[in-house]
Nanobody, 115 residues
Framework: QVQLVESGGGLVQPGGSLRLSCAAS????????MSWYRQAPGKERDLVAT???????SYADSVKGRFTISRDNAKNMAYLQMNSLKPEDTAVYYC?????????WGQGTQVTVSP
């Protein structure tokens, strides 16, 4: 079956960096767009970044210039490099694989930005 497993979350100080990873299995990875979402306590799940099958990227305004999404089709991996982290980036981060008519979610990884 399809599995998406996120890793790389943790506690980091403001201004620090983290790199999230999403390991995919059970799907033709290169044919799926990949996205990262985040959900803070009491808030809706919001789109953070997307990378298409053609490696086009897009970002939420709140993370532009700080976060970078990438993918490695040979390894079935997607990444989110997060720099200059702020307390408001604290959330559970989820990866999503999507194509027409199909989408899959990972279980999430917690990112906490605090002094």
């Amino acid at each position: 079956q399809v599995q998406l497993v996120e890793s790389g979350g943790g506690l980091v100080q403001p201004g620090g960096s983290l790199r999230l990873s999403c390991a995919a299995s059970g799907l033709a990875f290169s044919s799926y767009a990949m996205s990262w979402y985040r959900q803070a306590p009491g808030k809706e799940r919001d789109l953070v970044a997307t990378i298409t099958t053609g490696d086009m990227t897009s970002y939420a305004d709140s993370v532009k210039g700080r976060f970078t999404i990438s993918r490695d089709n040979a390894k079935n991996m997607a990444y989110l490099q997060m720099n200059s982290l702020k307390p408001e980036d604290t959330a559970v981060y989820y990866c999503k694989a999507h194509q027409r008519g199909r989408l899959y979610w990972g279980q999430g990884t917690q990112v906490t930005v605090s002094p």
